[in-house]
T-cell receptor, first 114, second 118 residues
Framework: ETGVTQTPRHLVMGMTNKKSLKCEQH?????MYWYKQSAKKPLELMFV???????ENNSVPSRFSPECPNSSHLFLHLHTLQPEDSALYLC?????????????FGPGTRLTVL | AQSVAQPEDQVNVAEGNPLTVKCTYS??????LFWYVQYPNRGLQFLLK??????LVKGSYGFEAEFNKSQTSFHLKKPSALVSDSALYFC????????????????FGQGTILTVHP
């Protein structure tokens, strides 16, 4: 449970605000992921980082900007969001990008955009 | 393209009875399959995965899943349900044989809400 932590757990922001979500993994993993979970929709993969290099960006709007300063930390910088961006944002990590690897998830940040 | 279907939005079962949460998948190659559980206000917790070998996979909390290639299914099962098993369950698939980079996208189903009644 505490292998992947996310802060804050809840965030309310206006459309003109700038905020950042933080994820930290304590598992010694080399790959990290951002997912968006909206009500009644499958999890949407947003970004993948491997050894601090972004390896996948699934057509995410530029108002979401990821940053991975090292293999233990992952940020998601938010600016000029829309109400439809309200969702649970989940961070995950895995040993590497191998197809057999299990991804381990953090508890998520519940984001509400007013 | 790969996809996962969880045909039941909700499953209700009495405590002590066996439970099944259904999952079918579609990949162009061979699959790696995963089950996760999500409790309210929590992230996803890994339950089990099928990579290769025995079609019956045993996982955490007494759960197991059976890989059936001919039916392209990976149903989650438990012989005796507990009230504490009530949660949202996700099936996910990754294509073992997809080309390109070593990373293969993990595709999730929409989830099934399991409710176990006392």
């Amino acid at each position: 449970e505490t292998g992947v932590t996310q802060t804050p757990r809840h965030l309310v922001m206006g459309m003109t605000n700038k905020k950042s979500l933080k994820c930290e993994q304590h598992l010694g993993h080399n790959a990290m992921y951002w997912y968006k979970q909206s009500a009644k929709k499958p999890l949407e993969l947003m970004f993948v980082y491997s050894l601090e290099e972004r390896v996948e960006n699934n057509s995410v709007p530029s108002r979401f900007s990821p940053e991975c300063p090292n293999s233990s930390h992952l940020f998601l910088h938010l600016h000029t969001l829309q109400p439809e961006d309200s969702a649970l944002y989940l961070c995950a990590s895995s040993q590497d990008r191998s197809r057999t690897d299990t991804q381990y998830f953090g508890p998520g940040t519940r984001l509400t955009v007013l | 393209a790969q996809s996962v279907a969880q045909p039941e939005d909700q499953v209700n079962v009495a405590e002590g009875n066996p439970l099944t949460v259904k999952c079918t998948y579609s990949v162009s190659g061979n699959p790696y399959l995963f089950w996760y559980v999500q409790y309210p206000n929590r992230g996803l917790q890994f339950l089990l995965k099928y990579i290769t070998g025995d079609n019956l996979v045993k996982g955490s909390y007494g759960f197991e899943a059976e890989f059936n290639k001919s039916q392209t299914s990976f149903h989650l099962k438990k012989p005796s349900a507990l009230v504490s098993d009530s949660a949202l369950y996700f099936c996910a698939v990754r294509d073992r044989d997809a080309g390109g980079t070593s990373y293969g996208k993990l595709t999730f189903g929409q989830g099934t809400i399991l409710t176990v009644h006392p």
